[in-house]
């Protein structure tokens, strides 16, 4: 299977310091800092981007459910919101989807939607996967 990369850099202090996030495809590359993650300022941040894939990862997952039970689905549209508590660390992330799919009952809905919240990459990374760590101090 594939192995993604992104990367980071961070220049400075916690609070005067900035950085740049960039995914390995070069799809995306943008600014951070201490405003965006923890206030109100410009730039993006680690659990805006968690969120972002999270989404992305749950929709295609229930896609492949839905038509692995037989339906086409028309649209899925999941909206990931991170909340950053105390610590800081992570206390929650709420999933709100809605689907258009022909022929899908309420109940089949809320059946597929929970095999995808449970089975879906993102979402079984986020139980507590292995993290190894390589660190290089550079003088």
Known sequence: MAIRTSSAEW???????AGTM????????????????FESGKGTNPEELLGA???GCFSMFLSAL?????????????????????????????LQTQAEVPGLTEEDLQKHAAAAKKGCPVSKA??????????VLVK
Do not use: N
Not at 11 to 17: H, M, P, S, V
Not at 66 to 93: C, E, Q, S, W, Y
């Open 66 to 94: 839905l038509t692995g039970a037989g339906f086409k689905p028309t649209r899925i549209a999941t909206t990931a919101m991170v909340h950053l508590g105390d610590g800081p660390t992570i206390t929650l992330i709420e």
């Open 126 to 135: 986020l139980t507590g996967p292995e993290i190894r760590l390589h660190a």
């Open 53 to 55: 894939a999270h989404a």
């Open 11 to 17: 220049k400075g202090t916690l609070k005067e310091g």
């Open 22 to 37: 960039k995914v390995g495809s070069g799809a995306y590359e943008g600014p951070y800092t201490f405003a965006s993650r």
